[in-house]
């Protein structure tokens, strides 16, 4: 079962940048399409970014532009460069599958966009 660790939250002023990652133990990560969710406060949680074991990739209307996801499979990691951020964008950040069934979720990592 592969076991997923997020890190790179934190405090970010409007328009500022923060960078996610995802480490993963385990087998099977390379292969899987991966993906970032995030789940704000009193909402559902959300796909934001998508990536295939091609490294195709696919993105939310409302971060495209801004979000950049990228994997190294080599070292069993996924990333989320996060650009120009917004209020909104604030929220628990998670990876997993891009598909289920989905591995055992991580802790998230809290990202919070304020002024």
């Known amino acids: 079962q592969v076991q997923l660790v997020e890190s790179g939250g934190g405090l970010v002023q409007p328009g500022g940048s923060l960078r996610l990652s995802c480490a993963a133990s385990?087998?099977?990560?390379?292969?899987?399409?991966m993906g970032w969710y995030r789940q704000a406060p009193g909402k559902e949680r959300e796909l934001v970014a998508n990536?295939?074991?091609?490294?195709?990739?696919d993105y939310v209307d409302s971060v495209k532009g801004r979000f950049t996801i990228s994997r190294d499979n080599a070292k069993n990691t996924l990333f989320l460069q996060m650009t120009n951020l917004k209020p909104e964008d604030t929220a628990v950040y998670y990876c997993?599958?891009?598909?289920?069934?989905?591995?055992?979720w991580g802790q998230g990592t809290q990202v919070i966009v304020s002024s």
């Open positions: 990536i295939t074991f091609r490294r195709i990739t």
């Open positions: 385990g087998s099977g990560f390379s292969i899987n399409p």
């Open positions: 997993n599958r891009a598909l289920g069934p989905y591995y055992t």
